[in-house]
């Protein structure tokens, strides 16, 4: 596997795209989650039916139709050009935002319900009730999906090859094209996913443990 | 006499917890003794491990003079002639009463499928919960649960029916449909070793009650004995406040 | 092609999909099983195996597992050339993992006083999890199954990438034919919606009821 070392920075840098859009889809998809959990919890029925086809749709399409709808159609309906991370960040984002309302609309519901009213009963003013109530529990709560969420992510990214996003997957592709050894170059690959995947499951089940408290456990 | 389980300086330990603390007793054919004793005091420990369903963690349990673990037995063949009676009936919830009793039938003993139906039938008779043959557990009340349970574990044709405080997860008005199968069962001369709070029950019926505490055993006696005058200020103790 | 021939050209590929996801469901399906009784049993060497199995499956992308057996070991082994048995058999071992857990957790959930109350009226270890804990377990696991085999039809999408025809094929086809671009895509994402939704929501219902009426 040495020769893997003369293409050390390429591997790097699609090591690191792969990182980034994994970071920024699972990020701006909790925005996209709590703004449609609120949407489903609040809303009128307008709003729960944009919500929940939003939601169906993005759950249960393949990541490849969307990434290839964007790519093609984005450019196509609004004049604007859009460049492949562009694309990739937004479909990520959009896809993770409907897997995350589920879970966070779980969780919302189990800390309002309960404790909303003890709350404003002591007086608190709705900012404090947000950040002293319902944010530590909520965080508590959600914090094992999110593991999930992002190991999802993690591996779903590699679907981006199809729009030419140069991430991890893609350089082992690349890498293959040009030294014909694909056992070893794909076997190296598989391995650092894991690795990365792995380690960062581990990291949140620590980080749980730490912060966990009896009888609040994950509603998923 | 010749007792058909017995166990002999039985220790069990979990971590540095010590339920049951050297204990000896043994219960022979057609006798049925109590074990009562406050809560924690290594009855259900004492009971699972005469059961099987647990190792002892020093000395020996005998199951017809022969040395279980020592003479290295089958122990699923033995589980099979020891039944089992649980607090919670733990039946099987996927499952209808009837199906509850002839799987051990059909798969342990290997009865034929007519066959274990006959004879699962005729256990619930017993136990007079024929009516409920076709239920699923979760459709039953919990007195009606814990009589398909003794049913289950009569239907084996065991020499020896150990309960784990049958009654103690039921309301009173439902303990007594299953102390009155208890009884019956006692009286068609069952072997019997039940770890109960259930005095009145035990004044009919045992040959003789075994006071624990502590993972100990305290005091041994006929239930006479224990009702007029206990050795031990423990043992006083605790009939007043079960007694009230 | 008019709209409704390119839809029905898309629904063309359909059984190829659902094969796709059926068989490497019933493959994973039966690893899930093996993999979850490993766990139960007490064999060091047996329970290693299976926990590291299921650590490393739940972590891989199995478009990486895909690229890996059709291009790195499918010159070695002949049978991994082919694109079909090649996704299966990707899908099928990365699934297993997940249902590995699915089955683990409906397990766990029994509760011990099942077994417990298995080995007291004589069963083996072996029978009282084929008859007393699996049965209970089945239900319990059937609506996370559910999203599994939701999960599978959505990935059996990447087999398009090693040259499968199913879905994703035809949906590519009439992109590059009929430069229609839209049409090819929107209609694609719903029949995928369509495969998934009923399912996932009809088991998880399902699951949901029977674990009600059995109480556990």
């Given at each position: 596997m040495l020769f893997l070392l003369d293409f050390s920075t390429f591997l790097i840098s699609g090591f690191l795209i792969t990182v980034e859009v994994t970071l920024l889809g699972v990020g701006i998809g909790l925005i996209l989650g709590i703004l449609a959990a609120l949407g489903d919890i609040y809303g009128g029925r307008i709003i729960r039916t944009i919500v929940n086809l939003y939601v169906e749709f993005f759950r249960g399409s393949p990541l490849i139709v969307q990434l290839f709808l964007f790519y093609f159609t984005i450019p196509m309906l609004t004049g604007l050009s859009m460049d492949v991370m562009m694309t990739a960040i937004l479909t990520l984002s959009l896809n993770s935002g409907a897997y995350q309302k589920g879970y966070l609309k779980g969780a919302m519901e189990a800390v309002f319900k309960d404790q909303l009213m003890a709350a404003i009963s002591l007086g608190l003013p709705m900012w404090k009730i947000f950040l002293y109530v319902v944010v530590p529990q909520a965080l508590r709560i959600v914090i094992p999906a999110w593991s999930n969420e992002l190991a999802s992510m993690g591996k779903s990214t590699t679907a981006l090859i199809v729009i030419g996003v140069r991430e991890f997957l893609n350089t082992g592709i690349s890498i293959t094209s040009q030294t014909f050894r694909p056992l070893e170059t794909f076997a190296f690959i598989t391995i650092i996913y894991f690795i990365w995947i792995y380690s960062m499951l581990k990291a949140l089940d620590m980080l749980y443990d730490k912060i966990k408290i009896p009888g609040l456990e994950p509603v998923i | 006499m010749n007792k058909i389980l017995e166990c002999r300086n039985l220790t069990k330990i979990y971590g540095k917890v010590?339920?049951?603390?050297?204990v000896s007793i043994g219960i022979g054919k057609g006798e049925t003794k109590v074990i009562f004793g406050p809560?924690?005091?290594g009855k259900s420990t004492l009971l699972r491990c005469l059961g099987l369903l647990e190792k002892p963690s020093s000395g020996s349990i005998y199951f017809n003079g022969l040395d279980v673990y020592a003479t290295r037995q089958d122990l699923n063949k033995l589980r099979a002639r020891i039944g089992f009676v649980f607090q919670d009936p733990s039946?099987?919830?996927?499952?209808t009463a009837l199906g509850n009793i002839m799987l051990g039938l059909k798969h342990?003993?290997?009865?034929?499928e007519s066959e274990a139906w006959r004879k699962a039938y005729e256990a619930l008779r017993l136990v007079k919960m024929e009516d409920w043959a076709n239920y699923y557990p979760a459709q039953l009340s919990g007195g009606q649960q814990q009589r398909v349970g003794i049913a289950r574990a009569i239907a084996m044709d065991p020499e020896v029916v150990l309960f784990?405080?049958?009654?103690?997860?039921?309301?009173v008005e439902l303990k007594w449909e299953v102390i009155a199968v208890m009884k019956d069962l006692a009286d068609r001369g069952t072997t019997m070793l039940v770890a109960t709070h259930e005095l009145r029950f035990a004044k009919e019926v045992a040959d003789e009650m075994i006071f624990m505490d502590q993972g100990q055993i305290i005091e041994i006696g006929s239930p006479e004995h224990f009702f007029t005058s206990p050795n031990t200020e423990r043992a006083k103790k605790f009939m007043a406040k079960i007694l009230g | 092609m008019t709209p409704i021939e390119q839809i029905i050209f898309l629904l063309k590929a359909v059984p190829v999909t659902l094969a796709i996801s059926l068989l490497s469901f019933l493959f994973g399906l039966g690893l899930g099983i093996l993999l979850a009784f490993m766990r139960i049993f007490e064999s060091a060497p047996l329970r290693y195996l299976s926990d590291s199995y299921e650590k490393f499956f739940r972590s891989v992308p199995v478009l990486a597992v895909m690229l890996l057996l059709y291009f790195g070991v499918g010159p070695f082994i002949?049978?991994?050339?082919?694109p079909f048995f090649t996704s299966v058999f990707s899908l099928g071992i990365v699934s297993g993992a997940n249902q590995s857990q699915i089955f683990r957790s409906a397990i766990g959930s029994v509760g011990r006083t099942q077994m417990l109350a298995a080995i007291s009226i004589g069963l083996t270890r072996f029978k009282a999890l084929r008859y007393v804990i699996l049965p209970q377990a089945l239900f319990l696991a059937v609506p996370g199954l559910g999203s599994e085999i939701a999960l599978l039809i959505k990935d059996s999408a990447y087999s398009f990438i090693i040259g499968v025809i199913e879905l994703m094929k035809h949906t590519d086809i009439l992109r590059a034919s009929q430069r229609s671009l839209i049409l090819p895509y929107v209609s694609s994402a719903i029949i995928y919606v369509v495969m998934t939704f009923p399912v996932a929501t009809f088991l998880d219902k399902w699951g949901s009821r029977k674990k009600k009426e059995l109480g556990l």
């Open positions: - | 010590v339920a049951v603390n050297n809560s924690g005091s039946l099987f919830r996927h499952l342990v003993i290997g009865l034929s784990d405080e049958p009654t103690a997860a039921l309301d | 002949p049978i991994f050339k082919d």
